[in-house]
């Protein structure tokens, strides 16, 4: 395992040692395990049965591998306390032969704009029938907990910034990102409705631009940036290069998302991210020309893209999950493209 991820786990497990605890001796379900998020938790999970559990826990983890690389977990093949199954979470009937399941987190979905636009029913049989089945198969396991990754798109392009959980956002129902966005919002209303009328223990989580170690360049912007600058390649910015994100690195994340599991109030929503810096494009590709000697190199014209339904600035109001985890993000913008970069090392990769 590279330094760097060891960095992040001994970092969250500082922060959530006692939550993480909870996980012990169980069995614990992650979809989407080859997918950014998904891959990172598996990975995280099986570093806390070597060096933190007394009992060790069972990990499951499903993905079909249409996007997600099944390549992030070659090095766990052969664990006894990781299985890992192709399987696509929206095929019915559901998947009876699992055993005890006792927390599932549900990170299957097509996630990136660049795959999502062109392959729009994909996405939205993963973000709803998915949904629906993973719910069902938690109702029938009597699972302790169970964690929808949902996404800030469901705030469309929001008018207050930061923007809090109560937001009400308006989402266009045929626009270019409408799979992705309407079905977020319609797996949210089911979880509610699945906690309200069937009693599952479901909490939601609204992530803002999480980014980090092990993400594949897929188009989104900070794997995009870090490639251009280990293969030393011009970086093109699509669009004005003027809409702002806050961007949050996946350490960070992932103890919010931990908290939400563990201690997060059923039925409820609850972003993540960092509301502490908030960079258009431009600014984020000048940071990273500060860091690395200039790379990456910025070509001379702005390219014109699709940005219809793209909101202008994204930033969560973060109170509602800092209150939960009585903890704040730590690694800033500047500090996480530094782990990024030490981790794409040709050393590092080889």
Same mark, same amino acid.
């Given at each position: 395992?590279?330094?760097?991820?060891?960095?992040?786990?001994?970092? &969250?497990?500082?922060?959530? $040692?006692?939550?993480?605890?909870?996980?012990?001796?169980?069995?614990?379900?992650?979809?989407?395990?080859?997918?950014?998020?998904?891959? @990172?938790?598996?990975?995280?999970?099986?570093?806390?049965?070597?060096?933190?559990?007394?009992?060790?826990?069972?990990?499951?983890?499903?993905?079909?591998?249409?996007?997600?690389?099944?390549?992030?977990?070659?090095?766990?093949?052969?664990?006894?306390?990781?299985?890992?199954?192709?399987?696509?979470?929206?095929?019915?009937?559901?998947?009876?032969?699992?055993?005890?399941?006792?927390?599932?987190?549900? %990170?299957?979905?097509?996630?990136?704009?660049?795959?999502?636009?062109?392959?729009?029913?994909?996405?939205?049989? /993963?973000?709803?029938?998915?949904?629906?089945?993973?719910? +069902?198969?938690?109702? !029938?396991?009597?699972?302790?907990?169970?964690? +929808?990754?949902?996404?800030?798109?469901?705030?469309?392009?929001?008018?207050?910034?930061?923007?809090?959980?109560?937001?009400?956002?308006?989402?266009?129902?045929?626009?270019?990102?409408? %799979?992705?966005?309407?079905?977020?919002?319609?797996?949210?209303?089911?979880?509610?409705?699945?906690?309200?009328?069937?009693?599952?223990? /479901?909490?939601?989580?609204?992530?803002?631009?999480?980014?980090?170690?092990? $993400?594949?360049?897929?188009?989104? &912007?900070?794997?995009?940036?870090?490639?251009?600058?280990?293969?030393?390649? #011009?970086? /093109?910015?699509?669009?004005?290069?003027?809409?702002?994100?806050?961007?949050? @690195? /996946?350490?960070?994340?992932?103890?919010?998302?931990?908290?939400?599991?563990?201690?997060? &109030?059923?039925?409820? $929503?609850?972003?993540?991210?960092?509301?502490?810096?908030?960079?258009?494009?431009?600014?984020?590709?000048?940071? $990273?020309? !500060?860091?690395?000697?200039?790379?990456?190199?910025?070509?001379?014209?702005?390219?014109?893209?699709?940005?219809?339904? +793209?909101?202008?600035?994204?930033?969560?109001?973060?109170?509602?999950?800092?209150?939960?985890?009585?903890?704040?993000?730590?690694?800033?913008?500047?500090?996480?493209?530094?782990?990024?970069?030490?981790?794409?090392?040709? #050393?590092?990769?080889?």
């Amino acid at each position: 395992m590279h330094p760097v991820f060891i960095q992040d786990f001994d970092s &969250i497990i500082a922060a959530s $040692a006692e939550r993480l605890k909870r996980f012990a001796g169980s069995t614990i379900l992650i979809t989407g395990a080859g997918g950014f998020i998904g891959s @990172y938790l598996v990975d995280l999970f099986a570093y806390c049965n070597d060096f933190l559990f007394a009992e060790k826990c069972d990990v499951i983890g499903e993905d079909d591998f249409s996007v997600g690389g099944r390549e992030r977990l070659r090095h766990l093949e052969g664990r006894k306390d990781v299985e890992i199954l192709h399987r696509d979470i929206a095929e019915s009937p559901l998947r009876r032969g699992l055993p005890r399941i006792d927390w599932i987190v549900n %990170c299957a979905s097509i996630a990136s704009p660049a795959v999502y636009r062109t392959r729009p029913l994909d996405t939205m049989r /993963v973000n709803a029938v998915g949904m629906w089945n993973a719910l +069902q198969l938690a109702r !029938e396991k009597g699972v302790k907990g169970f964690l +929808q990754m949902s996404s800030s798109e469901v705030y469309g392009n929001a008018s207050i910034v930061p923007t809090p959980e109560n937001y009400v956002g308006t989402i266009q129902p045929l626009g270019p990102r409408s %799979c992705y966005d309407v079905s977020k919002l319609f797996g949210e209303t089911l979880c509610h409705l699945y906690h309200q009328e069937r009693g599952v223990p /479901v909490k939601i989580a609204r992530p803002f631009n999480i980014y980090g170690i092990g $993400a594949a360049n897929d188009g989104r &912007i900070i794997p995009a940036l870090m490639a251009a600058v280990v293969e030393d390649k #011009e970086f /093109v910015v699509h669009g004005s290069g003027t809409a702002t994100r806050s961007y949050c @690195y /996946v350490s960070d994340a992932v103890i919010q998302l931990l908290a939400v599991l563990v201690d997060g &109030i059923s039925g409820e $929503a609850y972003n993540v991210g960092n509301d502490e810096e908030d960079l258009s494009v431009i600014r984020v590709v000048r940071l $990273a020309q !500060e860091l690395f000697d200039g790379r990456p190199r910025m070509a001379d014209d702005l390219t014109p893209v699709l940005t219809r339904d +793209q909101p202008g600035r994204r930033k969560p109001d973060i109170r509602k999950v800092v209150d939960l985890c009585g903890w704040r993000p730590g690694i800033s913008l500047r500090g996480g493209l530094m782990r990024v970069h030490e981790s794409m090392k040709p #050393e590092a990769i080889g």
